[in-house]
Structure formats: C-alpha cells, structure tokens
C-alpha cells in the first residue's frame, strides 16, 4: 500500500539530494583549480631536490616500528613534479587519492594512474612515480616490510624518460 505523505517525504528528499549533488558538483569543480582545499591530507614537508624533480610534499602516517614493518604516508605532487627513478627492497603499494599521474617500471611503458587506483611496484624493481604534465597528483603508500629496508634513491627521471610513453 502506498502512503500519500511519504511519498511527498521521499519526493521531497530526492529532490534534496539532487540539489546537494548539484551543489557537490560546484564544489568539485572550485576544488580543481586549488586541489588543497579538499585535500584528505595535510600537505606535508617538501621533499629533498636530491631524490625529486619538481614540488613534492610527503606527510607520514604510519610510522615504522618493529610490530608492523610497514610504513604508510601521502605524498602530494605538483604538475611536472616526479620522484627520482628508485628501487623498495620489498615493494610497494600506490593508492591515488586524487589527480593523474605516471608510474614506469624500468624497462616498459609508462603506465597513466587516476584517482581511485592501485598499484603494485614489485621487489627490487627499478621504477618512478609522478604527476602528469597538466594535473597534480595525490597518492598513497604502503612499503611493506620494511625490515628489509625502505628506499634507494637513484638518478632522476629525465624530461625525455618522463614525457615518453613507450
Ligand atoms: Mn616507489
């Protein structure tokens, strides 16, 4: 049996909700041009020009210790901005909170990543990571392991490596 007043309710509320998703929409669109403002993360440290080309932020949040091994945090690039090429003793994981970015594992294509994916980086594999040419990126990691050690840092990526995606 259908009830007159609640399906005014249930009208009303959809009604509601489309004008929040409208309003949703402005709101993304604002947050384009200054990616910060909706940012899950605080920004964080700029990272060191010895292991980065560009801007890029990394803010902790999972400290290593001995009972997890695991380190997780947030990294945050600008436009053009890309790690050095590096190798993880034990792999790791990206999660792409926000924007576009790269990753290239030595020896294939250059891989496109948008927010929302996930990606492997294997053991002992030479690779980088970084933002598109036109957006920033926003991603995640997670080096496992890390008894094994964390990161060595190798020599940057150059304009011709990271423009190509062959
Ligand atoms: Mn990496």
Redesign the pocket.
Known sequence: MKHPILNSVTTLLLVASLMGCNADKTQTQQSDLDPSKEAIFPKGELGPATNFTGNVYNFGLVADDSIYNTLVGNVFFEKGAR?NW?I?PSG?I?IVLDGEGYHQLEGQPRHFMRKGDVVK?PANVK?W?GATENTTLTQM?ILPKTENGI?TWMEPVTDEQYTSNK
């Open positions: 790690s590096h993880h790791q990206l980086c690779h990571h990691y990161v």
